[in-house]
């Protein structure tokens, strides 16, 4: 159900009203062409919103320049030349050569703002974008009135950029998966690393979702932003376009390169050590160049096969972790069992180092990008002492709510369950015990005895139910993922069946 804002920001209905308008005005654009017109003109409207404000400051402060631009400049304000801003657009809405004018604004602004360089998009003159569409979008986005003395202006527009980006990522489908993960899901990841204070990291950061949750987080529990530095890095060279507007609008600095690159092949961050990492890397990528990294530092627990970067970017990640360093990420279901390709064994090294802390099973139809069960990875360099040699295992995989026939999310107090449960078995004197069919703390033995495989099903068993209420097409695609992980574990046994046989000469 939609919630109120509780006075920040705009209420959920509102949000939702203005993508329907805007959603109306797309013509015949693809939601991928379409998400840079609307995205880059939400963020136009921020940049003169705040500059207006402080111009209107400063214009009534003695001895104080409106047009200085080291005024702005000294305020960290993006500054805005007259024919850049919003109302001078607003005025010219309706005008034929309104795309134009749009675009010439952007070239401005770049021009007056190093750091936007590269950055805002300049295609609103493009033929195929009706015009009379794009004059009414600026009407629309317009409505988002934000006044001089307006203390929450970055909730507003954060929150409408935010919101259509979710909306942008589900009519994109697969596609949307590349600058967009699930708030829920980055929410909980957010939650149980719980970054305070340090470097926080994000080698595949799309839309800087992580670190908006991360400033949110940090907020939310009574800490400084001051006290961390982010830092990113995004292949897709409009996702870091989108990562830059996103973190702006929120008055966010962060270092993601001064442009788009392969965080495999040129690691623009190759000195970091973060004290936190947080990543939605692509799922089961065959075309990440493997075989031109042959002997790369970052493979310090096997060389990961070159069909399936799963495991290289587990590897970079510990990499680039501090020595108490934690890190939490998302990755595809086979990761927690493949053998194939030296997967297996990499994993085997991973155990054995102490670096795995915690698993967690999700449940599907979490993300617009993929219909793959999905799970969540925590890894540490510094685990409690009191939980050397263990790894939590938590199945989530009923957990959550369904907002339609296909998509699922979690509640606030789904994320406090399972965040609470990894806290407490973190926490010394902490009352953790294992819930059946939930949870599990599990030592390095028993995983050796299930093949070193790290299925939470596996290790915490089912729980009981009183009747099975449990809705036949999420039980069914729960008892074919099972036997997915049946067959692939039957295959392993087989495997090492026939390899001893053929040790004793029987085959």
Known sequence: MPSPTNGKGLTAEETKALWASADKLRGNLDSANYKNVVLGLIFLKYISDTFQRLYTELQNTEYANAEDREEYAAQNVFFVPEDARWQKLADSAKLANIGVLIDNAMRTIERENTSLKGVLPQEYARPELDKRSLGGLIDIIGKITLSEKDSHAQDKLGQVYEYFLSQFASNEGKRGGEFYTAKSVVTLLVEMLEPYEGRIYDPCCGSGGMFVQSEKFIQAHGGSVKNISIFGQE??????????????????????????????????????????????????????GGELLQNDPRWAYGMPPAGNANYAWIQHMIYHLSAKGRAGFVLSNSSMSSNTSNEGVIRTALINADLIECMVALPGKLFYSTAIHVCLWFISKAKPEHRQGQVLFIDAHNIGYMIDRTQRDFSDEDITKIATIHRVWRTPDGDYADELGFCKSVGRDEIAKHGDGLTPGRYVGTAEKEADDEPFPEKMQRLTTQLKEQFAESARLEAIIKENLRILGYE
């Open 235 to 288: 292949k897709n060279a409009t996702t870091w376009r989108l990562c830059k507007m996103n973190l702006a609008i929120r008055g966010i600095e962060g270092n993601i390169g001064a442009r788009s690159a392969d965080t495999f092949h040129q690691n623009l961050h190759r000195n970091l050590r973060a004290d936190y990492i947080l990543a939605n890397p692509p799922f089961n990528m065959s075309d990440w």
